[in-house]
């Protein structure tokens, strides 16, 4: 089957909005829904999945009470447009996957196991992942403090959904999370069998998101049993501040240590760590983009409101608009270091450092020629096999008591 | 995700991820395919390409193969046992001879010697007699750092005349291992501990050349001089005819042992402990170990008073029957404990050896490259011996032998010499390697303990080297011809 992505937007309508604006504002404010828009409208999480002008993928929820939004999502007969500041633009709205209301042999439902954003599967993992420890609902993988009790799944169940999910649109990568650990390891070993199940059946990339371990050789080890990218974040993800507290300084010494030694382990661009924007003053966040970039990591800027029931909502006043340097800071950064800005090439619920080029001067072409040859078949199955054959090039195994 | 037990990872220290960069990564990991390529064409093309005047297609084709066999051997460009396979492929392959003669080279005798020995060193390995015969030889070193170190020497030394060295080495290093560490000695720490390692590697390599059975080369030579249509040496022939270099040698090898290296420690004590504690956690001798200790014995006698009338081989297969018939050792136990790629390599190179010699291609060698260059006979001894030793600590033993020997049994004709002169040059030569560690298992076993650095052997590695020459050309001159083997 055709992926949403390779579908042309309607030709006429051609807007002269900012799109990276447009994505971030309608993350920020959500949607207002028009009349007799079709349904199921969202997914089972209540989000609406559109494609904006030149491609850009969006999942946006449906504005609550609290929140004043401009946009109006609106359609005339086959066509979708957003309505905002008196104009309409053309989008495309990917309907709801069908097989989210399938069940697997075992009788859980898909839904219930993982959740698609544009070309990354997320697995729900089994407890709230750091991001959804930090009071935020995390939109990967719907984890939080409050957890939503997922029921338990196996492997097998696992495997049948990522096959069924392949069948019905296509996807790039697994994305797995060892939820708040605080072992040796990291969350390597609680993941090996999943990530070893997953590359015994399914051909696709398998991201990560762990703690940073103890010792560097957790590192190797994962990347050399089929991992293909990790994501390493600070629980208070802001790696450039001293709190003066012992304990965080110490977690902060290991987890730059980590990704400095991951950047060197696995390709280019493929070690990312999320930063939160919109909670502290903009100069922190550049000198935490920075900081990262500089050690061969992808920043991944995560802008969305928090809950209004979470503590942090009160924190959170930056506007979008206000937000867009450091999106131009972030690409044009990667660009300079020579690193790889499309690891993550669609991400719907947070802009990608690739989406940063909407406001910068600096050409995209190169990366977007990229991008999109990685969005066809052919271009997915090279990418997956020139990421497999450096792994073969670089992993050594030798016999045990070696070293 | 539901709660399952996480699988066993593995430990994550075996694994190493190499952070080169890619380019790099890719030729150190795949440079053997253009070089694969490159003898896959030599081989090609040299089928279709006329012989050099004077020698015959199949002697040209041998040769080529022969030569090829060589770079796999040397460069280690495939394991030795795969090359010793290819030695047998490859001749057919080129029209030299058909398959079944190739394959015939197999069920030599010599490969069944060896494999027969190589049974029986794992038998003593396994039923722990072989531990039991080193502890009580280390037993008797009285507190005296001079004398551990004699002892050491002397009980590798005479292990290895009844099982290979590399058997030897791979026994006693867990020993000597626990008796640095009762020393307290560290890697890369004080000189005694280096001297211990030493001393074991050593007394492998000048007691493995004393007869037959400490290593796979001198059957190899037997074999390939069999093969070639001379009479070959028997056990006891080999023994007297290098007996004076293996006293020799383990003399000088305690003397160079002790000067080149500072015994920094005052007693050891506590190693004669833990020799006395090992010994007396074996116990009582068991009756498989007596039974065992007699077989070697006779298998020993059996091959110095009737090697010759029913074959050594013969004696071999028999005493491995004996073992299983009284269930000495089982299959299992052998399937772990013997290197069965050993005997594929040997196969291999004596039929190789057999070809390049039966079509003339390595006389013909010798006689339009060498021989104009020789003027004496010694000459051609000395450099033979000098070639054979520097090859060899760069080369396995056995695949210096499976080179150098065909060639050089050409010359023997030439220069009116006993072949008996060559062989026992080549063989003997080929297991004095005393410096780096990929010359033969029992210096690479030293080596693993993390206790030596090449340049701390080099200096007494090339004293020993050329001992071990001169005493090989002095036992040539003075011992050999009253043996009745003649140099004009």
């Known amino acids: 089957m055709k992926s949403p992505l390779s579908q042309p937007l309607p030709a006429e309508g051609k807007e002269s909005t900012n799109t990276g604006l447009l994505k971030l504002e309608l993350i920020a404010s959500g949607i207002n829904l028009g009349e007799g828009l079709p349904s199921p409208l969202t997914n089972p999480f209540g989000l609406i999945h559109l ?218 661009g493929a070690v990312l760590s999320h930063l939160v924007i919109g909670l502290e003053p903009m100069g922190d966040t550049q000198k935490g983009i920075d900081l990262l970039v500089e050690r061969g990591v992808v920043p991944l800027l995560v802008y969305f409101p928090p809950s209004p029931h979470s503590p942090l909502s009160e924190r959170w006043k930056m506007k979008p608009e206000e937000v867009t340097p450091l999106y131009t800071h972030l690409f044009e950064r990667l660009v300079q270091v020579k690193n790889t ?57 030798h016999p045990a008591g070696y070293r | 995700m539901s709660n399952t037990t996480p699988r066993d990872t593995g430990n994550p220290m075996n694994i190493e991820i190499d952070t080169r960069p890619l380019p790099i990564v890719i030729l150190s990991r795949w440079w053997r395919f253009p070089v694969y390529l490159l003898l896959g064409w ?207 040698l383990f003399f000088s090898a305690y003397l160079v042992l002790t000067r080149f290296f500072k015994i920094d420690v005052e007693s050891v004590y506590e190693a004669d402990r833990i020799i006395s504690e090992r010994v007396r956690e074996l116990g009582r001798i068991r009756l498989e170990e007596q039974f065992l200790l007699v077989l070697t014995m006779g298998a020993i006698l059996a091959w110095i008073f009737w090697g010759t009338k029913i074959g050594m081989a013969t004696i071999s297969i028999l005493v491995v029957v004996l073992l299983f018939m009284f269930k000495v050792v089982d299959w299992k136990a052998l399937e772990e404990n013997v290197e069965w790629g050993i005997v594929l390599m040997y196969g291999g190179a004596i039929g190789l050896s057999s070809i390049v010699s039966s079509t003339g291609a390595s006389r013909w060698l010798v006689e339009t490259y060498v021989i104009p260059h020789i003027t004496s006979p010694w000459m051609l001894i000395g450099l033979i011996a000098i070639l054979t030793m520097v090859l060899t600590e760069a080369v396995s033993n056995s695949a210096v032998v499976a080179m150098l020997l065909p060639i050089s049994l050409s010359f023997a004709g030439s220069f009116h010499l006993d072949p008996k002169v060559i062989v026992c040059l080549i063989a003997s030569a080929s297991g004095l390697n005393y410096t780096l560690p990929m010359s033969t298992p029992a210096i690479a076993l030293a080596y693993s303990s993390r206790y030596l650095r090449v340049k701390e052997v080099v200096l007494a590695g090339l004293a020993m080297t050329s001992l071990s020459w001169i005493f090989l050309m002095l036992t040539a001159k003075f011992w050999w011809p009253i043996l009745g083997i003649q140099i004009p």
Request: glycine share 8%; charged share 15%.
């Open chain 1, 341 to 397: 800005p499309h690891w993550v090439h669609q991400q719907d619920v947070l802009l990608t450092p690739l989406e940063g080029r909407f406001f910068s001067e600096k050409s995209a072409g190169f990366h977007l020629a990229l991008k999109k040859f990685y969005e066809t078949g052919f271009g997915r199955k090279v990418r997956r096999s020139m990421i497999g054959i450096r792994r073969r090039l670089r992993v050594k195994h």
């Open chain 1, 51 to 268: 494609i904006l002008p030149e491609g850009v993928s969006v999942s946006v929820q449906q504005a609550s009470d609290k929140q004043q939004t401009p946009f109006t999502l609106l359609h005339h007969g086959k066509r979708f447009f957003l309505n905002f500041s008196g104009k309409e633009t053309p989008v495309q709205w990917v309907p709801p996957l069908k097989c989210y209301h399938k069940k697997t042999r075992s009788g859980i439902l898909i839904s219930d196991i993982l959740t698609v954003h544009s070309g990354l599967i997320a697995v729900h993992p089994k407890g709230p992942c750091r991001f959804g420890l930090s009071g935020l609902a995390c939109r990967y993988c719907g984890s939080s403090r409050e957890l939503s009790n997922h029921p338990p799944f196996s492997k097998q169940d696992l495997i049948e959904a990522i096959q069924t999910v392949l069948k019905e649109t296509s996807c790039d990568v697994v994305h797995l999370s060892s939820g708040h650990v605080e072992t040796e390891d990291g969350g390597i070993v609680w993941l090996t069998p999943w990530v070893t199940e997953i590359r015994k059946h399914i051909d696709i990339l398998i991201s990560l998101d762990l703690a940073p371990p103890k010792s560097n050789s957790w590192i190797d080890q994962s990347y050399a049993m089929g991992v293909d990218a990790v994501y390493y974040d600070l629980g208070d993800f802001a790696p450039h501040q001293v709190t003066g507290n012992k304990k965080s300084e110490e977690d902060k010494k290991r987890y730059l240590e980590t990704i400095e030694y991951a950047a060197r382990i696995f390709p280019k």
């Open chain 2, 42 to 248: 030599i081989l090609y093309h040299s089928y279709f390409t006329p012989p050099p005047s004077g020698l015959s297609v199949e002697g040209f084709r041998s040769l080529v193969v022969f030569l090829i066999c060589l770079i796999l051997w040397v460069f280690h460009l495939l394991p030795l046992a795969i090359t010793g396979l290819f030695a047998l492929v490859a001749p057919p392959l080129m029209g030299v001879l058909s398959a079944k003669q190739a394959f015939s080279f197999f069920g030599s005798e010599p490969v069944f010697f060896i494999l027969g020995v190589l049974i029986l060193a794992a038998a003593l390995l396994k039923s722990g007699l072989s531990s039991r015969i080193a502890l009580f030889l280390l037993r008797q070193s009285g507190h005296s750092p001079k004398r551990l170190i004699f002892q050491i020497l002397l009980t590798a030394s005479l292990l290895s005349f009844i099982m290979s060295e590399h058997a030897v080495a791979a026994m006693m290093l867990p020993l000597v291992v626990v008796i640095s560490k009762a020393l307290e000695f560290v890697p890369k720490g004080g000189s005694y501990g280096r001297l211990l390692f030493l001393a074991m590697a050593w007394g492998c390599v000048v007691g493995g050349i004393a007869t037959m059975l400490g290593g796979g080369r001198v059957p190899l030579a037997v074999g390939i001089m069999q093969e070639a249509g001379h009479t070959p040496i028997t056990f006891i022939e080999w023994t007297l005819t290098v007996i004076p270099i293996v006293i020799l």
